[in-house]
């Protein structure tokens, strides 16, 4: 026990040598170092991954609910569809149409004339808008469909406005 320090009352010399201890801990322990901004980067990037984590756990779900509805929708009809998942390159020129009874119905228009494809399109009463771009590797000498947008695998409703592209050389 040091000199300088009173024994307090009803402490026996142990106790006293333990308070005298942790005092001369407190007084010589230097100060820990804590760098807000490397805390705050952590806990933003955990708070991203957590937000990215959740938006991709909706998306799984999303997804799943809309194929389940896409199936009790059809009923009994068993139409073939390509998800996402399986769904081709040629598929830039491919629209999905849900018709008015439910159906889902597969209009591919790669290389046809605009003609042909507006036609196709006013059948299921989509409204086409046409753009023409200048391409070598164009399927016919003029006028022939090179994209669509929006394509499968998305759906379109009537009334909706699909965008054409088609090329000449």
Same mark, same amino acid.
């Given at each position: #026990?040091?000199?300088? /320090?009173?024994?307090?009352?009803?402490?026996?010399?142990?106790?006293?040598?333990?308070?005298?201890? #942790?005092? /001369?801990?407190?007084?010589?322990?230097?100060?820990?170092?804590?760098?807000?901004?490397?805390?705050?980067?952590?806990?933003?990037?955990?708070?991203?991954?957590?937000?990215?984590?959740?938006?991709?756990?909706? #998306?799984? +779900?999303?997804? +799943?609910?809309?194929?389940?509805?896409?199936? &009790? &929708?059809?009923?009994?009809?068993?139409?073939?569809?390509?998800? &996402?998942?399986?769904?081709?390159?040629?598929?830039?020129?491919?629209?999905?149409?849900?018709?008015?009874?439910?159906?889902?119905?597969?209009?591919?228009?790669?290389?046809?004339?605009?003609?042909?494809?507006?036609?196709?399109?006013?059948?299921?009463?989509?409204?086409?808008?046409?753009?023409?771009?200048?391409?070598?590797?164009? +399927?016919?000498?003029?006028?022939?469909?090179?994209?669509?947008?929006?394509?499968?695998?998305?759906?379109?409703?009537?009334? /909706?406005?699909?965008?054409?592209?088609?090329?000449?050389?």
């Amino acid at each position: #026990m040091s000199s300088h /320090d009173s024994q307090p009352s009803g402490c026996g010399l142990f106790e006293q040598e333990l308070v005298n201890a #942790m005092n /001369d801990f407190v007084k010589t322990a230097e100060t820990p170092h804590f760098d807000t901004a490397v805390i705050r980067r952590g806990a933003r990037r955990k708070q991203a991954i957590t937000t990215a984590g959740i938006a991709a756990a909706l #998306m799984v +779900a999303c997804g +799943a609910g809309t194929a389940l509805a896409t199936n &009790a &929708a059809g009923g009994a009809s068993h139409t073939s569809v390509q998800t &996402a998942a399986t769904s081709t390159a040629g598929d830039g020129t491919t629209v999905l149409v849900r018709t008015s009874n439910g159906k889902i119905v597969r209009q591919q228009l790669a290389g046809v004339s605009s003609t042909a494809a507006r036609a196709a399109l006013i059948r299921y009463d989509l409204t086409p808008a046409f753009t023409r771009v200048k391409m070598s590797d164009c +399927a016919k000498q003029q006028d022939a469909v090179a994209a669509v947008s929006p394509h499968a695998p998305t759906l379109v409703h009537a009334g /909706d406005t699909i965008r054409i592209t088609t090329c000449y050389r």
